[in-house]
């Protein structure tokens, strides 16, 4: 092709040369005024492969930003060549911990534009996993926070609990962190025998996890000075810039698309309170991560109770074409708020899809944020934020 | 003050000619400061660690993974060392050398039993003092001379946190010489096991008891010291991958890994002395009342029971380290001028007054 | 909303979810009368569609055959459309939890579009994104530099014109062994 055998011209040696020359001017080690440090790629405090670039003034940051795309994978490109049950796959690994939770906005696109609803058993059956996928993401985080503060213990009591809602999403889905288990008109498969009732004991262990972790971690003094009142957001800068989930939460907006965007989910089957924060700081959003954990396990202890019988998947066509349309669908999902704009033209796969990923926007306001704190706070900060990489790379 | 022959006389009931004696305390020396490292690094850091946190530990080396250590060693030993290409060499290279020195020479002083002592000063616990500072020096020139943004930030961090905590340590241990009226820590243990708590010598009189404000500002001073959480910033793993140590590979990060718990095992050394009643067990229980009354098998027993209480204060430094998140370099700070060191000084005018009045 | 946006709508939509289009010259003007007159603070996110069907079909093309004629025409989608490219944002209202989608026109031959930093500061960012991945310019943007791709990356990826790359260099192995399914189509698909 065209493209991979053309010859280098001028102009590309030029941008070629012109960005060493960047790279150079942030990385020189003389400098005046301030110091400029390069946290990442590799580093122990981000997830993943994200590169923030600080200039610091003695310990107190004047600028930071992040530099993003050392995953990229081009999903969106990716999408366009597969047919809709494939796309499934892609989708799975955007937010890597929180695994159920990605393939569901994109199945309930593709529903929409087909005017298929799955079964009520199905639809119960979905709500059930993306809460336990939500807990398992959510509960790395909260042993993560520890490690980031500085506390090491912590997260092996998350890991350790973790594994047992992982080996439950195993169970029903075969897979523990990319289960593709959503298809278009309902489930792959049921539910295997006495997964109910190992939800349940689960459940009860993990709420215990939520005390061990508010005793361990958010009760210490430390944690608390370390986290009130940094990294403050206050309302509007949040609207603006689109955060979404926990975060926009702890600034004081209460929305909640479980509640407020109603999707042939089961989420209005069971009674949960959405949380919200006064203040915008770290604090206020690891306290409310925390709260929404034990929110969803009592969502799982009440809709594990009421499954109703039903057949597991609508009838659909063995060969999905799904007919010409425009159709968006977010949900709340564990990082924040997850939507696909799924464009179609009545052919096997999609003609575009925009994949809408909360940790983009929850990290474009870096920038902002970061401006005046200390080194230190910048983890901090970062942390509460809760970013994954492949949901900001996509 | 015993001379050495007589020392080596009654201890050994032998004759040994200078050099031996010599020889006999530079090993003594190093077992005594390497026994300690290796005995927290594995009942602490391996296992004692692992259990708090839900898992098993090292279980492959040895029986219980207690040949971990020699494991360990032998993987840093045959690492290759690197040497970044902008580092300043001499001092890169003498950095982990000055503190591992400076332990040494602190575990010096430190009396292991009536006649088990290396040297025994007059002002044991001034030169213990400003010698353990010295670990400063190296910390900073391990900083600087890696030639590393993030060793820089955490040598820097290192140099305001270890000088601010010198203070209260200081102070805290002022009180300790104003109840023992002695700077000297041979004197400093006997006047603890030959004292007596309103009378009842029972227990003797370990410092502890009367001085616990002390022990506790010693003991937070102490975890700072040694940069161990809650104030570890200066190694922030999180932030600084490994601060100051962050560049240093193979034998001279071993130097380093080495002299972090040989000084905590020096410092808990030194707390049990200063505290705890050093290697004594109260002398009334056996009806001594002077140092050269006491038997002669204390000099093999004494060194046990020092171990067991510098486990002891080794198990809260370790405990308190895998517990607590890590402070702010600016939280850290003004929790030692304005929280310490105020504490400490009332803790000195309180000792003056009760020593005085009682 | 009609009555705030005036005449800078073209056209609108509505099943499930509300489409607008507005006029390309009113695309910054539009979103600030949606921001602070209808109340619509939160800015969910801005890209772009490349509605022209993709030459190289979906790559599963053998390399053996002469390629298939394929239909290239432009036919957008809801809320109608005449150029090639739209650039579409999603804002929402907090309060009542009302969302839309604005759709816009880019011009076929200079692709640039006014940029709504200063309307909505979350889209900076989605801006470089749609920037390097469509090729669409933004006036007054203040950095628009490349966010995923490397610096010296030629080309606009999301473009239909732009091949996925990894489909040229080894033909689709799905090429082999395609017996057409009672069904009708071709290639060996999954549930």
Not at chain 1, 58 to 75: F, I, K, L, N, T
Not at chain 1, 277 to 297: K, M, N, V, Y
Not at chain 2, 195 to 211: A, E, H, K, W
């Amino acid at each position: 092709m065209s493209i991979t055998d053309r010859v280098l011209g001028d102009r590309q040696r030029l941008a070629y040369i012109a960005s060493q020359a960047a790279d150079a001017r942030l990385n020189v080690e003389l400098e005046t005024e301030g110091m400029t440090l390069n946290i990442g790629p590799q580093h122990p405090a981000t997830h993943g492969t994200l590169r923030i670039i600080a200039r610091l003034d003695g310990e107190q940051v004047v600028w930071a930003e992040p530099s993003c795309g050392y995953m990229h994978r081009g999903y969106e490109k990716l999408a366009e060549v597969r047919t809709y049950p494939q796309v499934t796959t892609l989708v799975n690994r955007i937010d890597w911990l929180g695994s159920f939770a990605n393939e569901v906005p994109f199945i309930l696109a593709a529903e929409k534009l087909m005017d298929v609803e799955a079964p009520a058993r199905a639809q119960h059956i979905r709500t059930i996993l993306f809460e336990l996928s939500r807990i398992a993401n959510v509960s790395l985080f909260l042993g993560d926070l520890g490690v980031q503060m500085g506390a090491i213990t912590p997260v092996f009591f998350a890991f350790r609990d973790r594994e047992y809602v992982l080996n439950l999403i195993e169970g029903a889905t075969g897979g523990r962190f990319h289960p593709n288990f959503d298809r278009i008109g309902g489930l792959k498969d049921d539910l295997p025998k006495g997964w109910i009732a190992e939800t349940k004991a689960v459940m009860k262990k993990l709420r215990t996890f939520c005390d061990q972790i508010e005793d361990l971690l958010f009760g210490n003094e430390i944690f608390q000075s370390r986290t009130r009142g940094i990294g403050v957001i206050p309302r509007d800068v949040a609207l603006q810039y689109g955060l979404s989930g926990a975060n926009l939460r702890a600034s004081g907006v209460d929305w909640d698309l479980r509640r407020d965007h109603p999707l042939p989910m089961a989420w209005n089957k069971a009674d949960w309170k959405v949380w919200t924060h006064p203040d915008g700081d770290s604090f206020a959003r690891c306290w409310i991560r925390l709260q929404e954990t034990r929110e969803a396990t009592k969502i799982v202890d009440q809709l594990i109770d009421t499954i109703p019988s039903g057949p597991i998947m609508a009838k659909v066509p063995k060969i999905i074409k799904v007919p010409e349309g425009e159709a968006w669908v977010s949900t709340e999902n564990p990082l924040g708020e997850m939507g696909y704009y799924v464009v179609s033209r009545g052919e096997l796969g999609p003609f575009r899809v925009k994949i809408r990923s909360a940790s983009f926007n929850n990290i474009s306001i870096a920038p902002w944020v970061l401006r005046g704190v200390y080194v230190p706070d910048i983890v901090t900060v970062l942390a509460s934020l809760y970013f994954i990489l492949g949901d900001i790379d996509r | 003050m015993i001379s050495a022959v007589q020392l080596s006389a009654e201890v050994l009931a032998v004759e040994v000619p200078y050099w031996g004696q010599s020889l006999l305390r530079v090993l003594g020396g190093i077992v005594a400061v390497l026994l300690p490292a290796g005995t927290i690094v594995y009942v602490f850091l391996f296992k004692m660690m692992s259990f708090m946190q839900s898992r098993l530990g090292p279980m492959e080396a040895g029986p219980y993974g207690s040949l971990q250590l020699v494991a360990e060693v032998g993987k840093w030993l045959q690492k290759e060392d690197i040497l970044p290409t902008r580092a300043d060499a001499r001092v890169f290279k003498m950095a982990p050398i000055v503190v591992l020195v400076s332990t040494f020479l602190l575990v010096a002083v430190v009396p292991f039993g009536p006649d088990a002592w290396f040297t025994n000063f007059e002002a044991g616990v001034f030169y213990a003092l400003a010698v353990s500072s010295l670990s400063v020096l190296g910390i900073l020139m391990a900083g600087w001379a890696s030639a590393n943004k993030y060793s820089l930030l955490g040598g820097l961090r290192a140099a305001g946190q270890l000088i601010a905590y010198e203070l209260p340590m200081v102070l805290a241990v002022i009180g300790v010489i104003i109840q023992a009226e002695t700077m000297n820590l041979q004197q400093i243990v006997l006047a603890q096991n030959t004292g007596s708590i309103f009378g009842f010598d029972g227990l003797g009189n370990p410092y502890v008891l009367t001085q616990f404000v002390g022990f506790i500002i010693f003991m937070i001073a102490v975890q700072a010291e040694l940069t161990q959480a809650p104030f570890d910033m200066p190694i922030a793993e999180s932030e600084l991958v490994s601060g100051y140590m962050t560049e240093y590979s193979g034998f001279r990060f071993l130097i380093f890994f080495i002299g972090e718990f040989a000084t905590a095992g020096v410092f808990a050394l030194i707390a049990s002395v200063l505290f705890l009643g050093g290697w004594g067990i109260p002398f009334a229980w056996f009806g001594w009342t002077d140092i050269d009354v006491v038997a002669n098998w204390m000099n093999l027993v004494g060194p046990v029971i020092m171990i067991t209480k510098m486990m002891l204060v080794a198990f809260i430094i370790m405990w308190v380290r895998f517990s607590y998140p890590r402070f702010r370099e600016d939280q850290l700070q003004r929790f030692a001028w304005k929280v310490l060191i105020p504490l400490s000084l009332a803790n000195i005018a309180a000792t003056s007054i009760f020593k005085v009045v009682m | 909303m009609k009555a705030a946006l005036g005449d800078r709508v073209v056209d609108s939509f509505h099943k499930d979810d509300l489409w607008l289009r507005v006029r390309t010259d009113a695309w910054k003007s539009s979103m600030r009368t949606l921001r602070d007159t209808l109340g619509f603070h939160y800015f969910s996110f801005l890209s772009a569609i490349d509605w022209m069907p993709s030459p190289y079909g979906r790559g599963e093309d053998d390399p053996t055959e002469p390629p298939p004629v394929r239909d290239t025409t432009i036919r957008p989608g809801y809320a109608g459309g005449d150029t090639r490219m739209q650039v579409f944002a999603r804002v929402g209202n907090p309060v009542s939890h009302v969302s839309v989608i604005v759709k816009v026109d880019v011009p076929d031959a200079q692709p640039t579009l006014d940029s709504i930093h200063d309307v909505y500061a979350g889209a900076n960012w989605h801006e470089r994104e749609t920037h390097e991945m469509f090729g669409i310019n933004f006036a007054g943007h203040p950095d628009l530099r490349n966010m995923y791709l490397p610096v010296d990356f030629e080309g606009h990826p999301l473009r239909k014109d732009y091949p996925l790359l990894a489909r040229m260099i080894k033909p689709w192995p799905g090429i082999v062994d395609v017996e057409p399914l009672p069904g009708g189509s071709e290639g060996g698909d999954d549930e």
